[in-house]
């Protein structure tokens, strides 16, 4: 009978709903729990209550840059800031959400500002995404999958030349397909400044790295044009060349001798 007690106990210890579980087929970032955010992932954000019992910290973790507020931003400068995003079948990712430029709401996806980031990468580095999300920085392409899959997206790629013109491409339906199929670009519905031509050649080609050369070049064109693309043979623009370098090697759009960017930004939002 004196066992009865502490056995007891024992059950109702081992029974009790540990807050902290984690759950394999939850995302983990950086030891943060999502479980909570897995139950209304439909919904603007999720406030989630991560870290341990001792050491416990609020954050927002949004399911896209749609309605982002500054205030809640991990990070940020004049244009917008780092935010968390719950990516579909990637998990909790920080991006960049640019919140003013033509109504805001802009997932950046890539950025050209500096050169302090080396862009002459690897397949892997492309499919998972670098750099700095307030500088020189690619998502990634398995997340722009995920977020362009059975969703309508348009495009922005705001470009400014050496020279300081100012361009505007912009694309009203944006989709990148599945790995299987190495990420293929889908674009149409072209408005702006800048020459139309710049992805004509590259739409609907597969992404190419200098170890995955995907392209219809007998040439391998991302070591050609020392980036990482959607390579035709090898097309009409190179927004991931060699920021540092000129023609082939550099970055440019349509006309490589005379269009040579001192910064290019790419970015994707819901199309309204
Ligand atoms: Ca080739």
Request: hydrophobic content about 30%; charged content about 25%; glycine content about 12%.
């Amino acid at each position: 009978m004196e066992y009865l007690i502490p056995l007891l106990l024992f059950l109702i210890a081992f029974n009790t709903p540990r807050t902290w579980a984690t759950d394999v087929r939850t995302p983990h970032y950086e030891g943060i729990d999502c479980n909570q955010c897995q139950q209304g992932c439909g919904n603007e954000q999720h406030l989630v209550t991560a870290g341990s019992t001792r050491q416990a910290v609020q954050i927002i973790i949004r399911n896209s840059c749609d309605g982002a507020n500054l205030e809640s931003a991990l990070e940020r400068n004049d244009s917008g800031g780092v935010f968390k995003l719950i990516i579909p079948e990637v998990g909790v990712r920080n991006a960049f959400c640019d919140v003013t430029d033509d109504g805001g709401n802009w997932t950046v996806f890539q950025r050209r500002m500096n050169g302090k980031v080396d862009f002459y990468r690897g397949w892997e580095d492309y499919v998972n995404g670098f750099g700095d999300l307030q500088g020189d920085h690619w998502l990634g392409l398995e997340a722009l999958h995920q977020m362009t899959k059975g969703r309508n997206m348009e495009m922005k790629i705001r470009m400014i030349k050496k020279s300081g013109v100012y361009w505007i491409a912009k694309y009203s339906h944006f989709r990148i397909g599945p790995g299987s199929d190495n990420y293929r670009l889908r674009v149409s519905g072209y408005s702006g400044n800048a020459s139309r031509g710049g992805l004509s050649y590259n739409n609907h080609r597969q992404f190419s790295t200098k170890d995955a050369d995907h392209d219809r070049s007998s040439l391998n064109c991302a070591s050609a044009h020392e980036g990482g693309w959607w390579y035709d043979r090898c097309g009409y623009s190179n927004l991931n060349g060699n920021f540092n370098k000129r023609r082939d090697k550099g970055l440019w759009w349509y006309a490589r001798a005379s269009n040579r960017l001192g910064f290019s930004e790419m970015k994707l939002r819901k199309r309204s």
